[in-house]
């Protein structure tokens, strides 16, 4: 059981992953120990069962059923989990939460998602992906649903730099676009599951026609098999409440690490063709914009910043 928990990369995730999957019972256990992990480890098997409403043989066999032989290898493996400061923050979201409670509980889940990335992102891929992008002739950005967000996003960003890409929003075109690419050609396809077919199907005339593919994904899945490079960017979905939100936003840091990545290595002619950009994008701005000074020799920013625009 133990290989399971590294495959989930640690035991609050595991229990995050299966909280949805659990009888009633054992998810009010789950729910205890995701809430405060910390506290549990110090409490008796009767001291959690009170917590969680339950009966001591139902916490035991809540143990079981995420991978244990009893209560006390839990609580040893929780204790490791939190001394390892992994995150923390996976209360799930419940239809009765109070205000307060929604926005501590959403802003718990999604800092401790985007910090769990942050330590186990795979930063020998993003500087693969970097160098692949750097090298490239054009960009094909693939995406849907909420990973369409991402590849618009992307889109925008990396046109700053004078590099030719797209990011057809519509499936049909995707599919035409991928099968029209070349060896200079990168694809970089986002999917939060790792199996969306419309993308792998779009991947894979990329591929045969001789591109390049970077998968920026959640999960295993097929689109990451295909890939060149996988960016694995696993967070923590209450899907069961609302559809998946900090899935996206990790992908969005992604890009921008990615576009960072390959600005800096730009010629500096390229970086003074954005900063012109930026200038005359500030004069299209309302006159009460800003301070006096800046109004009159544009934003102190302006000649600083070279990754996506204001408005």
Not at 27 to 46: D, H, M, Q, Y
Not at 106 to 116: A, E, K, N, P, Y
Not at 182 to 205: C, D, L, M
Request: net charge neutral; charged share 20%; glycine share 10%.
């Amino acid at each position: 059981m133990a290989s399971r928990r590294r495959e989930t990369g640690g035991l609050i995730e595991l229990i995050t992953r299966r909280s949805v999957e659990l009888r009633p019972s054992h998810a009010k256990v789950a729910e205890v120990v995701l809430t405060n992990p910390l506290e549990v480890v110090g409490l008796s098997i009767a001291g959690l069962a009170k917590a969680a409403g339950v009966s001591e043989p139902t916490v035991v066999r809540f143990c079981a059923d995420v991978g244990f032989d009893g209560y006390r290898s839990f609580k040893i493996a929780l204790a490791q989990a939190v001394a390892l400061g992994l995150p923390i923050e996976n209360a799930m979201v419940r239809r009765d939460d109070t205000t307060d409670q929604l926005v501590e509980k959403v802003f718990g889940r999604t800092i401790s998602s985007l910090d769990h990335v942050r330590r186990y992102i795979d930063v020998h891929a993003v500087g693969r992906a970097i160098g692949l992008l750097e090298r490239s002739a054009e960009v094909l950005f693939l995406g849907l649903g909420a990973s369409g967000v991402v590849a618009a996003d992307a889109q925008q960003k990396f046109f700053l730099f004078g590099m030719p890409c797209a990011a057809p929003a519509d499936s049909h075109q995707q599919l035409m676009a991928a099968s029209l690419a070349g060896p200079g050609t990168v694809v970089v396809a986002f999917s939060e599951t790792g199996a969306t077919e419309a993308i792998v199907r779009s991947a894979q005339a990329a591929k045969e026609m001789g591109g390049r593919l970077i998968a920026v994904t959640g999960n295993d899945g097929p689109l990451g098999e295909l890939a060149e490079v996988e960016i694995r960017a696993t967070t923590f979905e209450d899907t069961e409440m609302f559809t998946p939100t900090v899935s996206r936003l990790a992908a969005l840091v992604v890009v921008d690490i990615l576009a960072l990545g390959v600005a800096v290595r730009r010629p500096q002619a390229a970086l003074e063709s954005v900063r012109l950009m930026r200038e005359r994008l500030a004069l299209l701005r309302v006159p009460s914009a800003g301070t006096a000074a800046e109004r009159q020799t544009g934003p102190a920013t302006a000649g600083t910043g070279f990754i996506g625009t204001t408005n």
